[in-house]
């Protein structure tokens, strides 16, 4: 039966087989819902209609001359979930390779729709499913919604925690939002807006806000690293796998850093555009680029490149949703530099569920499992992720 998914998935590509797969993904998103949403969703696509700018076309100047850099020695990925996403990005390659500025930009403020994304923030396939299955659409923004009042919760500070044995439990027409967002404001400083970047993303409404899912997992990852280093005066930073870039923005945001981040250089294209264009303030340094006489706030490496990283006295390294979807020796690697570099803390947000990512059934990789083998790391804590079902939260200290 596996086997026949991963063949649908591969085949069903136009709106018609899309639309017939979101049918099945919503019975399977039916598992996420934590807890009943009793109202009426509001949901939209984001629109980013602010022109091409000067600053926009220096932006994408750079991360043409970013991704050439990133090309010239790939290191093999070994067998993961990744290996397919990468072969897909033919039209990424072509356009990177064209090298019109104008062109480039306006697939990246769209990426959220294009295959680049595929992995990280909606992608071109699930754009397709969202916007032709209306109630697919709609169980996605529940899920959203949940997640939030799960972030709330996690928060704490007074918030009421609700409980299906007793009390209120599910979201309904009446529920303040606005309580909840003040507690959020409280926890992070300032108004928690994310800036609007991309054109076709979905967003939720929450209260007078609007979210992505990967909003609300961005915020529960940069408070849980706040919090971990609240007692370290050195808030430096390394992030392997960054994804969308949006946990590394409200990083820096929370006045944390410097922050290092590795990532697919296709992957660390779509972080820079991101991150250049949310941040015009901060001091980010692209792999190639000369680091001059400022300290950079963010620092962008493909991931072969991570034995040149600039040498920080590396405090923490995170990494959510990727080490399962690496191999084994990868993860191995990674685990014995982390430590050869002198990191102090390892916080990991991932899921050990071993599920299979092809058609082989591969099974995916297991942190707990592979760090058992590494005597350095002392785990001191491990819970399960507030917003996500079956992600755990795990700490270790490296000896």
Not at 25 to 49: H, Q, Y
Not at 96 to 108: A, C, F, Q, R, S
Not at 172 to 179: G, L, V
């Amino acid at each position: 039966m596996r086997k026949f998914k991963y063949f649908i998935l591969k085949k069903f590509t136009g709106p018609l087989g899309l639309g017939i797969l979101s049918i099945a993904f919503t019975r399977r998103l039916k598992r996420l819902m934590g807890r009943p949403v009793n109202l009426k969703v509001k949901s939209s696509f984001s629109i980013n209609d602010s022109g091409v700018t000067e600053r926009d076309l220096a932006i994408t100047s750079r991360l043409t001359k970013f991704w050439s850099n990133s090309q010239n020695s790939l290191a093999n990925l070994g067998e993961s979930p990744w290996n397919q996403i990468q072969r897909d990005q033919v039209q990424f390659y072509e356009i990177m390779g064209e090298g019109n500025l104008e062109k480039i930009y306006d697939y990246l403020i769209s990426s959220p729709t294009q295959s680049l994304c595929n992995g990280v923030l909606q992608g071109n396939r699930e754009s397709i499913m969202l916007k032709v299955n209306p109630k697919y659409r709609d169980f996605v923004s529940k899920i959203t919604i949940n997640r939030f009042m799960a972030l709330s919760e996690a928060i704490g500070e007074g918030c009421e925690v609700q409980n299906p044995e007793q009390g209120q439990w599910g979201v309904k027409k009446d529920f303040n939002f606005t309580e909840f967002l003040n507690r959020l404001d409280l926890a992070f400083g300032m108004p928690v807006i994310p800036p609007t970047v991309y054109t076709g993303l979905l967003l939720t409404e929450v209260g007078d806000r609007k979210f992505n899912q990967v909003d609300i997992m961005a915020l529960n990852a940069s408070l849980q690293i706040k919090n971990t280093l609240a007692n370290s005066p050195n808030k430096t930073i390394l992030e392997i796998g960054s994804g969308s870039g949006i946990t590394p923005y409200w990083c820096n945001r929370l006045g944390l850093g410097p922050i290092q981040i590795i990532d697919l250089p296709h992957v660390a294209v779509l972080q820079a555009f991101y991150l250049l264009k949310s941040l015009p303030d901060a001091n980010i340094l692209l792999y190639g680029e000369d680091q001059g006489v400022n300290e950079p706030d963010i620092t962008i490496y493909p991931h072969w490149a991570f034995l040149e990283l600039p040498k920080n006295k590396v405090e923490l390294v995170f990494n959510q949703d990727s080490f399962a979807e690496m191999s084994n020796e990868t993860v191995l690697n990674y685990l014995t530099w982390i430590s050869d570099i002198g990191a102090q803390i390892l916080l990991s947000i991932n899921h050990e569920s071993g599920a299979t990512y092809d058609s082989a059934l591969a099974s995916q990789a297991n942190i707990s499992r592979l760090i058992q083998e590494n005597s350095l790391y002392l785990r001191l804590s491990r819970h399960p992720n507030w917003v996500r079902q079956g992600y755990i939260d795990q700490v270790w200290k490296i000896d």
